[in-house]
């Protein structure tokens, strides 16, 4: 099992560095088990956003542009990682809270590093929400961003 210890640092710096930090709540009405990480890998986008303008492909994997803006409203999930252009964070486990998901994370980026925790559902039609806090009921949608989203043949 590893380690939750967490070094505390500036939270400013980690979610003013990407608002998709406070990112991701109810995979199913019956929260009966967490979602497989597997269903969450990608890249992710504010719905909002074009993902042509945030991501690229390369070698068959999307990845950050190198131009983009770190407060881009975006993140990729890959094994067991949530990355954002500034900021890498370890999954520590993701557990039931109410009818949505809490993620919990243990981040890394240029100045510091922190544990953060992210409330997120996933809905019937692919997107993500992503709620700010217990008090947010509509939360922020996110699209998930394909290579054929992003003008080239997909890669399934």
């Not at 990112?23 to 719905?47: C, F």
């Not at 993701?94 to 980026?109: A, F, H, Q």
């Not at 009921?137 to 961003?145: A, D, E, I, V």
Request: charged share 15%.
């Amino acid at each position: 099992m590893m380690s939750t210890k967490k070094k505390r640092g500036s939270g400013a710096i980690l979610l003013g560095s990407s608002a998709a930090l406070a990112l991701l709540g109810a995979y199913r009405p019956a929260l009966s088990a967490p979602p497989q990480l597997s269903a969450l890998h990608g890249a992710w986008l504010q719905q909002s956003s074009n993902c042509a303008d945030v991501y690229t492909t390369s070698r068959q994997t999307v990845t950050f542009k190198k131009s983009v803006n770190e407060f881009v409203p975006g993140f990729i999930i890959s094994k067991n990682q949530l990355m954002t252009p500034v900021n890498t964070c370890r999954i520590a486990r993701i557990v039931p809270s109410g009818k949505r998901w809490m993620m919990k994370l243990d981040c890394t980026g240029s100045v510091s590093t922190m544990g953060a925790s992210v409330q997120f559902s996933l809905t019937g039609d692919g997107t993500l929400l992503r709620y700010l806090n217990d008090q947010d009921t509509t939360g922020s949608r996110y699209q998930r961003c394909t290579a054929g989203r992003l003008g080239a043949a997909p890669t399934e």
